[in-house]
C-alpha cells in the first residue's frame, strides 16, 4: 500500500497540564517530565516532518505552555513554512508571551471550554480555569489571531450547549468545535458518568442546526456525533496513516492521538528512527492503511471507503483486536457490546477527575 505525504502533525511537547478534566484522551499512563524529547530533539524532528510535506503544525499536550522552549519551537517550524497552531488550556497565557509567539510565527489558537458558566466549567476542570479561558481569548482576539474554541461535551455539560454557543460568540471565536467525548484514554474510565442521554443528544440537535444556520459566515460551528449511539462509524482519522502524525512527549509516533492504546501495536520512536521511514515503512503505520487489513464485512461493504471500517482504537478497546470493524457498526458482529453499553443503568457516581497534578 502506497501512503501519501502527511499533512498535519500533532506535537504533544508534554503530558504535564494544569487541568483535571475527566474526559482527558490522553493515556492512563501519563509521560514525566524526565521523558520528554529535549528541544533539539524536537526541532530535528520538526525538520524532518516538513521535509515530509507536513503544512500544518498543532502543539499540544498536556498543556504546551509547560515547556519553556514552546517559543524557539514555534519560531523554528514557522521558518519552515508550516502553519503554526497551538492547542491550550489558556491558562499561563500571558499578553507577554502571545506576543511574543506571534512575533515568532504562531498562525491560530485552539482554546479549550469546558462549558457555559465558571461553576459547571470549574467542576469540570478541577480547578479555577474557566476565567483564565475569557481573560486568555480576549488577548487572541487582540493579536489579530483566529480563534477556534473546543468544547468536550458529556453528560455533565451537553444542558449547557446554548450557552456555550453564546459564550463562543461572546469570546469571538472564529470557529466552534463541540465534540462530543470519544472515549480513549482516562475518558474510558469515566465512560459512565460521561455518556450523554438519548434525550440530551435529541435536544442538542436542533440548537446546533440552529446555530449553524444563524452564525453562517461569523463563527463555524463544528459538531462531532456521540457515535455509540450512531448505526455507523465515524471516519476516524480519514483513514489509517493518510493524512496525519502525531508525536508523544517522548518521541514515540503514533498514527493516531490515541494509538498508544492498541497494545498489539509496535510503535517507533522519532529520536531514534527517521520520521520519513516511520511514516512510508513501519509496521504501525502499515498495519491499518488501505483495506487488506479488513476483515470480510468491511472489505465487502460499500461504505468502507466513506468510513474506512471505523475507530481502529475503539475497535481494539471493545473487542481486543484493532483489525475488527468498528463496533458501532450495526454490521459488526461486535455491535451487541455498544447495546449493551448504551443500555446498562448509569450510576451517578462521582468524576474520577484526571491526575496527579505533574
Ligand atoms: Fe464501515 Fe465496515 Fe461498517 Fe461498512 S461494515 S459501514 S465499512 S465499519
Ligand atoms: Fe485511533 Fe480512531 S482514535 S483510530
Redesign the pocket.
Known amino acids: 500500500m502506497t501512503a501519501d505525504a502527511p499533512l498535519g502533525l500533532t506535537a504533544e511537547l508534554t503530558h504535564r497540564c494544569p487541568l483535571h478534566c475527566p474526559y482527558c484522551?490522553n493515556p492512563l499512563e501519563l509521560l514525566t517530565r524526565d521523558a520528554e524529547l529535549n528541544t533539539e530533539q524536537w526541532k530535528d524532528i520538526l525538520t524532518q516532518a516538513r521535509e515530509l510535506g507536513v503544512l500544518q503544525v498543532h502543539f499540544s499536550g498536556g498543556e504546551p505552555l509547560g515547556r519553556p522552549d514552546l517559543p524557539e519551537l514555534i519560531e523554528h517550524t514557522a521558518n519552515l513554512g508550516a502553519y503554526v497552531n497551538l492547542v491550550t488550556s489558556g491558562l499561563g497565557l500571558t499578553e507577554e508571551r502571545l506576543t511574543d509567539l506571534v512575533d515568532r510565527g504562531l498562525s491560530h489558537v485552539q482554546l479549550s471550554v469546558q462549558a457555559a458558566d465558571a461553576e459547571r466549567a470549574n467542576k469540570i476542570a478541577g480547578t479555577r480555569a474557566h476565567h483564565h479561558k475569557l481573560a486568555a481569548a480576549e488577548l487572541i482576539k487582540q493579536t489579530g489571531l483566529p480563534l477556534s474554541v473546543n468544547v468536550v461535551l458529556h453528560r455533565a455539560n451537553h444542558d449547557q450547549l446554548a450557552g456555550i454557543i453564546a459564550l463562543a460568540e461572546q469570546m469571538g471565536a472564529d470557529r466552534l468545535e463541540l465534540a462530543n467525548t470519544?472515549y480513549?484514554g482516562w475518558a474510558l474510565r469515566n465512560r459512565d458518568q460521561l455518556m450523554p442521554t438519548r434525550e440530551q443528544l435529541a435536544a442538542a440537535e436542533p440548537v446546533v442546526r440552529a446555530a449553524i444556520d444563524r452564525l453562517k459566515g461569523q463563527m463555524q460551528v463544528i459538531y462531532v456525533i456521540a457515535d455509540y449511539y450512531e448505526e455507523y462509524p465515524?471516519p476516524?482519522?480519514y483513514g489509517?496513516g493518510a493524512r496525519q502524525l502525531t508525536i508523544a512527549p517522548d518521541g514515540t509516533v503514533l498514527?493516531?492521538?490515541?494509538?498508544g492504546?492498541?497494545e498489539t501495536l509496535n510503535l517507533d520512536n522519532a529520536a531514534l528512527t527517521p520520521l520519513h521511514q516511520i511514516w512510508y515503512g513501519s509496521e504501525s503505520f502499515n498495519a491499518?492503511r488501505g483495506e487488506d487489513w479488513m476483515s470480510d464485512t468491511c472489505r465487502s461493504c460499500d461504505r468502507r471507503g466513506l468510513d474506512f471500517g471505523?475507530?481502529?482504537?475503539?475497535?481494539f478497546l471493545l473487542t481486543g483486536d484493532g483489525a475488527a470493524t468498528d463496533p458501532v457498526c450495526k454490521k459488526s458482529p461486535d455491535r451487541a457490546l455498544v447495546d449493551l453499553i448504551l443500555g446498562t443503568p448509569k450510576k451517578q457516581a462521582e468524576f474520577l477527575m484526571r491526575g496527579p497534578r505533574r
Open positions: 484522551s470519544q480513549y465515524k476516524c482519522m489509517w498514527p493516531c492521538p490515541a494509538a492504546a492498541i491499518y471505523g475507530c481502529r482504537c475503539q475497535a
